[in-house]
């Protein structure tokens, strides 16, 4: 009886670790979003921005590659990745791996030059900052950018990782208009009351994997912590007048699986909001 059941399951068993540490991880989605904003410039209308978030990375590996194939066909026309470049791991291990991350960074950083930006996760120290922008990629710690096409313009937000109270919203809103639209990158979604108070119109953060083991009825198991628990998971919420979008990240921390729960690349379309 042992036998026939150790048959039976065992192919199963090994078919679903292959499934959870092979396959979904490495089986990146495309998520679609169209977001809707008053007073945005027409030269904003249509444009695409691709969210990345939470790489994880340990080097430059096939998951970095695939990355870079999706979004040469994205062809999008801003990159804004939310934090957690690295995985605790790799601070760890002092340049040699970093310096393989870091050919990551510099193909993102010529392919999008002057059209990439980032802000800094819970796992990102100063030091990986510091490879980013010799990458390429800026980093906006507490400030924004002017994002301007023919003459028009948005504002781009950075906050550090509001995770470990490093971020200063009101700092890295100095100087900024009241009437261009606002859109705010964060790691995670403890930003977001503040981003209400100051009207934000859209805010991108991750921190959270989407939960990586999503079992129906049961829940998602594996997520960092966050103070809304899994209020802000993943996925698109409006919080009165601002757009909280929370991406499922890349990369995986724990554990090395995902379940019902694929990483993604966000592709949003900016539209102007007709009253």
Request: contains cysteine; aromatic residues 10%.
């Amino acid at each position: 009886m042992n036998k026939i059941i150790l048959i039976i399951f065992l192919p199963l068993f090994l078919v679903f670790g292959y499934y959870i540490l092979f396959f979904e991880p490495n089986n990146i989605q495309i998520e679609k979003q169209v977001i809707a904003i008053e007073n945005l410039p027409q030269r904003f209308d249509g444009v695409k921005i691709v969210q990345l978030s939470d790489f994880h990375s340990l080097w430059f590996g096939s998951r970095e590659k695939k990355v870079l194939e999706m979004l040469e066909k994205l062809n999008p026309d801003f990159v804004f990745i939310t934090g957690d470049f690295v995985d605790p791991i790799t601070k760890a291990i002092t340049d040699r791996k970093l310096n393989s991350v870091k050919i990551f960074w510099q193909k993102l950083g010529e392919k999008y030059e002057n059209r990439i930006f980032g802000v800094l996760g819970n796992h990102d120290t100063k030091f990986v900052k510091n490879y980013l922008i010799e990458s390429g990629i800026t980093i906006l710690d507490n400030e924004n950018k002017k994002l301007i096409l023919n003459n028009e313009h948005i504002y781009l937000v950075g906050v550090d990782d509001p995770w470990t109270r490093r971020a200063n919203l009101s700092k890295a809103m100095v100087g900024i208009e009241n009437e261009p639209p606002k859109i705010l990158l964060a790691h995670a979604a403890e930003i977001i009351n503040e981003a209400v108070k100051e009207k934000i119109d859209l805010v991108l953060v991750g921190h959270t994997h989407g939960g990586q083991v999503n079992i129906p009825i049961v829940g998602r198991l594996i997520q960092p912590l966050s103070k809304y628990g899994r209020k802000y998971t993943s996925g698109l919420f409006r919080i009165e007048d601002t757009y909280l979008y929370v991406n499922r990240g890349i990369g995986t921390s724990i554990l090395p699986i995902r379940f019902n729960c694929p990483p993604e690349i966000t592709l949003i379309e900016l539209q102007k909001k007709i009253l």
